[in-house]
């Protein structure tokens, strides 16, 4: 029963980290390629430890495994937010499909110290503010 569990499981996590291979591919712009590498690839690599936690089978296999998804979940969301701020402040060029830019809505709102109608009207991405 636990080797039909633990196959289960690696053929999950299999396919997540494939999805995040295609996404990563596929996708239009850093941002996104950022979204469906960190996401899909945390998932299917937290899904292979737990494969593997099962096929080991002892306390000291799993502590282990435990300690790698602990880091893995600690590491990567942080360091895919900082690649992605990196990438935003170096005026990498958001898709043309993108149609809101909460990142300059929110420095335009801190600039003029509160909201209004106009600070929701600056975050969209027109022609005329990509230059």
């Known amino acids: 029963m636990t080797d039909i569990v633990t196959a289960i499981v690696w053929l999950a996590g299999s396919a997540f980290a494939l999805l995040a ?4 591919l596929r996708m239009p712009d850093v ?3 950022m979204q469906a590498s960190t996401k899909a690839s945390t998932l299917g690599l937290g899904c292979l430890l737990i494969g593997a936690a099962l096929q080991m089978g002892d306390f000291a296999s799993f502590i282990r495994v435990a300690s790698i998804g602990a880091f893995v979940l600690l590491t990567t969301p942080v360091s895919g937010l900082v690649i ?3 990438a935003y402040f170096a005026d ?3 898709w043309e499909g993108t149609v809101l830019d909460d990142r300059k809505r929110d420095s335009v709102r801190a600039a003029r110290g509160g909201s209004s109608a106009q600070d929701n009207r600056a975050g969209h ?3 005329r503010s990509r230059g």
């Open 92 to 94: 990498v060029p958001l």
């Open 84 to 86: 992605a701020r990196a």
């Open 31 to 33: 941002f996104t390629r």
């Open 125 to 127: 991405v027109d022609e």
């Open 21 to 24: 291979a295609v996404g990563v």
